[in-house]
Antibody
Framework: EVQLVESGGGLVQPGGSLKLSCAASGFTFSGSAMHWVRQASGKGLEWVGRIRSKANSYATAYAASVKGRFTISRDDSKNTAYLQMNSLKTEDTAVYYC???????????????WGQGTLVTVSS | SSELTQDPAVSVALGQTVRITCQGDSLRSYYASWYQQKPGQAPVLVIYGKNNRPSGIPDRFSGSSSGNTASLTITGAQAEDEADYYCNSRDSSGNLVVFGGGTKLTVL
């Protein structure tokens, strides 16, 4: 079964740090680009960032709202992706999902599967 | 603001057909994918590529695209289709990914 399981969410004070993990199983993790997407309560989905595979130089990219504060990494030996979040703000409060990006061509890609999400609350 | 624009809410009578649209300049170059999200659950892929459904997605779901607009059509909407629907594609630079703001579908 293709599966993603996030962990590491919790309550953190503004200005603090938190590291989320995303454990993958059931597919070739090392060859997959992994993305993080978040959703504030009652709001829509917001793309956070991604890390590509070793074949694509582990290239990362981030949304403007988190660039310079968040870092995505991966450990292919553990089939796990990470989201390091620093200098957290109250507006970073959200459910964070990890998901695999599947690309069939330069003009077609999609996200499947998705993890169940982990809640990050930034509050004093 | 998102580079992909969706109507915030759409309603459909049970058994009727509904189209949910997504507009954006990047859709002239990239296909959209569509996700269904029910309360308290993670998003689920329902349409990808030109018009492909993952295993387990009913064939009443279909996708299409024209110019800068992608559409998700549900033919014969069921009560269980009531959910939020999001489109997704690359941004205009082609390097990043964006989601539409989402459409809340109500089945009457």
């Amino acid at each position: 079964e293709v599966q993603l399981v996030e962990s590491g969410g919790g309550l953190v004070q503004p200005g603090g740090s938190l590291k989320l993990s995303c454990a993958a199983s059931g597919f070739t993790f090392s060859g997959s680009a992994m993305h993080w997407v978040r959703q504030a309560s009652g709001k829509g989905l917001e793309w956070v960032g991604r890390i590509r595979s070793k074949a694509n130089s582990y290239a990362t990219a981030y949304a403007a709202s988190v660039k310079g504060r968040f870092t995505i990494s991966r450990d292919d030996s553990k089939n796990t992706a990470y989201l390091q979040m620093n200098s957290l703000k109250t507006e970073d409060t959200a459910v964070y999902y990890c998901t695999r990006r599947v690309v069939s061509s330069s003009w077609s890609g999609w996200f499947d599967p998705w993890g169940q999400g982990t809640l990050v609350t930034v509050s004093s | 603001s998102s580079e992909l624009t969706q109507d915030p809410a759409v309603s459909v009578a049970l058994g009727q057909t509904v189209r949910i649209t997504c507009q954006g300049d990047s859709l002239r170059s990239y296909y959209a994918s569509w996700y269904q999200q029910k309360p308290g659950q993670a998003p689920v892929l329902v349409i990808y590529g030109k018009n492909n459904r993952p295993s387990g997605i009913p064939d009443r779901f279909s996708g299409s695209s024209s110019g800068n607009t992608a559409s998700l059509t549900i033919t014969g909407a069921q009560a269980e289709d009531e959910a939020d629907y999001y489109c997704n594609s690359r941004d205009s630079s082609g390097n990043l990914v964006v989601f539409g703001g989402g459409t809340k579908l109500t089945v009457l």
